[in-house]
């Protein structure tokens, strides 16, 4: 069972930055898939980006693509999500997710570990 702990989250005006982490409890280094969602109000929750820790190939939502980049760092079992340009719209609050079990990477069912979220909220 992993455990995701994120962090990061906080209140920011437009167009500005936030850089969330999500530490894994077991090695990132498998090569797997890991992501982050969000879930803004009244809203579903969507795929932000996504990432191969092995490969580092990466694969972003297009209303935030040239904006956020998600990274990894293996040895310290670490993903990150980079926002900059932040929006009105992109306040949500965003959960790290592991354990992709394969299929579509947008597809929030296709993992099977979530983070607790950190929100993030953009005034």
């Known amino acids: 069972h992993v455990q995701l702990v994120e962090s990061g989250g906080g209140s920011v005006q437009a167009g500005g930055s936030l850089t969330l982490s999500c530490s894994a409890s077991?090695?990132?280094?498998?090569?797997?898939?890991m992501a982050w969602f969000r879930q803004g109000p009244r809203k579903d929750r969507e795929e932000v980006a996504s990432?191969?820790?092995?490969?580092?190939?990466?694969h972003s939502a297009d209303s935030v693509k040239g904006r956020f980049i998600i990274s990894r760092d293996n040895a310290e079992n670490t993903v990150y999500l980079q926002l900059n340009s932040l929006k009105l719209e992109d306040t949500a609050i965003y959960y790290c997710a592991a354990g992709f079990a394969g299929g579509s990477v947008f597809r929030a069912a296709n993992y099977g570990y979530w983070g607790q979220g950190t929100q993030v909220t953009v005034s």
């Open positions: 077991e090695s990132t280094s498998s090569g797997n898939c």
């Open positions: 990432i191969y820790t092995g490969s580092g190939l990466t």
